[in-house]
């Protein structure tokens, strides 16, 4: 294969797997990015207002590849994402939230019924 060939077949969509989060509720992670005002910067399905332009829109959330457009889409990437973005991103406009793992989980569950 030349190295086109290749450089493409990495950037191939590839199937995504369900993301389950055991234990996890998917309803309180709404209720919770309700409480924490994530739609002040995120356009969120399920979640009426606001509808922030800062943040990227979450619809779709689940078949994406990335988180952020840099980190594997993955539940406990995505808690670590949730509890403290910067500690990922240095820079980041996503701001550290005060959650705690399980609550994290949850807003992690709701992000993964996002299609």
């Known amino acids: 294969m030349t190295l086109a060939a290749l450089a493409l077949a990495a950037c191939a969509e590839k199937p995504v797997l369900p993301r389950q989060l055991a234990g996890a ?12 005002a994530c739609g002040a910067c995120h356009d969120i399905p399920g979640i009426d207002w606001p509808k922030g332009r800062v ?20 539940p406990d990437t995505l808690v ?27 807003v992690a569950a709701f992000l993964y019924t996002l299609e």
């Open 25 to 36: 509720d998917p309803e309180r992670g709404r209720a919770i990015a309700e409480r924490l």
């Open 80 to 106: 670590r994402w949730l509890c403290d973005a910067p500690s990922l991103a240095p820079g980041t406009a996503m701001p550290p939230q005060d959650l705690s793992p399980s609550e994290a989980r949850d």
């Open 55 to 74: 943040g990227g829109p979450l619809a779709g959330f689940s078949s994406r590849p990335l988180i952020a457009g840099r980190f594997p889409n993955q």
